[in-house]
Structures are given as C-alpha cells and as structure tokens.
C-alpha cells in the first residue's frame, strides 16, 4: 500500500490572531513562527501584510524558515527563477518576492478591473461610477462616443497596459511600479482638470498603497 504525505497549512498567526484576547505582538508572531517550522509545519499563513504595520514589518524580517511561507489571501511564496544560462553561475532558484511586493502590484489589477466596471455602467445608463477607475477610459467614452470604436479602443488600451504594469510589477520589476503610478497620477490629473475632487483623493490613496510595494523593493537586501 502507497503511503500518502500529508501536507500541513497552519494558520495560527492569522486566524488565532482574530481571536477574542489575542493580541500577538512581532516577537510572539516570530517565536511562534519558529515553533511551527520546528513542528514540521510545511506552510504557515503569517498575516496580511499591507493591511496593518505589524504584519507588513513581520514579513519583511520574517526568520529563516524550512517551512513555505503564505500571505493572507495570497499562494505561498513561489520561488523565482533567475533568467541566467542553466549551468552558469547565478542560474535557478532565488529571493522569493516580497508578499507586500505582490500585493501592491495587484492594485494595478484593480485598477483595470474596475475601469472596465466602469465601462459597462456606463453603457447602462447609470451615473455610477466607482472613483478607482482610470479618468482615460472614462472621458474617451464621453469624448468619442459610448459605442465608438476610437473611444472604445483607447479604454482597451489604457486597462491593457495596468494589467501588464501589473504582471511585471509582481515579478518584482521596480520600472513597473514606477511607470504604472506615473501613469495613474497622470490619470488623476484628468479628474482634477474638471475639479472632481473625490476621484483625485482616491487616486492619491492608491498610489499610497502602491509605493508601499517600491519601498518594499528598494529596501530589500541585493
């Protein structure tokens, strides 16, 4: 009879820690993290990092674990893969990229995401509008004509580059964390034009949780 390996995915340090009484402090977070490791745990969800300093402090000077490390709502941290010549020197596994890292990237996603929401509330009629969607799309909807090809291909454009600034930006690329805000500030400068200021205050927040991913790269050790 094949014997089956039983894999573990603890999460102490994220659900325990919504328990009533609970409140782990980053050295709890670190000694229970090693204890689990120590367990022979094979993946520990740590936290959240982004949603709360202590959680994003946690990863970034999580300890040295044998154990798969997870964030909330996120895959454990893959293993990237250095572009070298198999058999060269700096080829195969490397750093895995930083949860906080990832979960700025996303933003670009969202970003996309709900420009296209936008997109087809307006093609319903509605005056909603969710104000994380990007200005561009928006105006050349307004400019072009809802069912324009010109208008529509621009919109298309516009989200098709924040996914990409996205994908790249959850590699780790800091060029596309910097072109992609770039371009959203440019974006929130559309809104601004026409003194709609809501839409300019949100731009400004998620540009906030964007550059949490920048900061997170650029301290990150060579």
Same mark, same amino acid.
């Given at each position: 009879?094949?014997?089956?390996?039983?894999?573990? +995915?603890?999460? /102490?340090?994220?659900?325990?820690?919504?328990? &009533?009484? $609970?409140? +782990?402090?980053?050295?709890?977070?670190?000694?229970?993290?090693?204890?689990?490791?120590?367990?022979?745990?094979?993946?520990?969800?740590?936290?959240?990092?982004?949603?709360?300093? *202590?959680? /994003?402090?946690?990863?970034? /000077?999580?300890?040295?674990?044998?154990?798969?490390?997870?964030?909330?709502?996120?895959?454990? *941290?893959?293993?990237? $893969?250095?572009?070298?010549?198999?058999?060269?020197?700096?080829?195969?596994?490397?750093?895995? =990229?930083?949860?906080? $890292?990832?979960?700025?990237?996303?933003?670009?996603?969202? =970003?996309?995401?709900?420009?296209?929401?936008?997109?087809?509330? *307006?093609?319903?009629? /509605?005056?909603?509008?969710? @104000? &994380?969607?990007?200005?561009?799309?928006? +105006?050349?909807?307004?400019?072009?004509? $809802?069912?324009?090809?010109?208008?529509?291909? &621009?919109? @298309?454009?516009?989200?098709?580059?924040?996914?990409?600034?996205?994908?790249?930006?959850?590699?780790?690329?800091?060029?596309?964390?910097?072109?992609?805000?770039?371009?959203?500030?440019?974006?929130?400068?559309?809104?601004?034009?026409?003194?709609?200021?809501?839409? @300019?205050?949100?731009?400004? *927040?998620?540009?906030?949780?964007?550059?949490?991913?920048?900061?997170?790269?650029?301290?990150?050790?060579?």
């Amino acid at each position: 009879m094949t014997k089956a390996r039983l894999t573990l +995915f603890d999460t /102490t340090l994220r659900d325990g820690a919504q328990t &009533v009484g $609970v409140d +782990f402090s980053l050295d709890d977070k670190r000694q229970i993290a090693t204890m689990l490791d120590e367990l022979g745990i094979d993946y520990i969800e740590g936290g959240y990092p982004g949603a709360n300093p *202590l959680d /994003t402090e946690f990863f970034a /000077t999580r300890p040295p674990l044998k154990a798969r490390f997870a964030a909330f709502g996120n895959p454990p *941290l893959p293993l990237q $893969v250095s572009p070298s010549i198999p058999g060269q020197p700096g080829a195969g596994p490397s750093r895995p =990229i930083d949860p906080v $890292v990832q979960s700025s990237a996303r933003w670009f996603w969202w =970003i996309a995401g709900l420009s296209l929401t936008n997109m087809a509330l *307006l093609r319903t009629g /509605t005056n909603t509008q969710l @104000v &994380v969607g990007l200005g561009v799309s928006m +105006f050349a909807d307004v400019a072009f004509g $809802v069912n324009n090809p010109v208008g529509l291909a &621009v919109a @298309v454009l516009a989200m098709g580059f924040f996914v990409l600034m996205g994908r790249q930006a959850q590699r780790g690329r800091l060029w596309a964390f910097y072109l992609g805000i770039a371009a959203y500030a440019l974006d929130g400068l559309l809104y601004a034009n026409y003194r709609d200021w809501m839409p @300019v205050a949100f731009h400004g *927040l998620i540009i906030y949780f964007i550059s949490r991913g920048v900061l997170a790269l650029r301290s990150a050790p060579a």
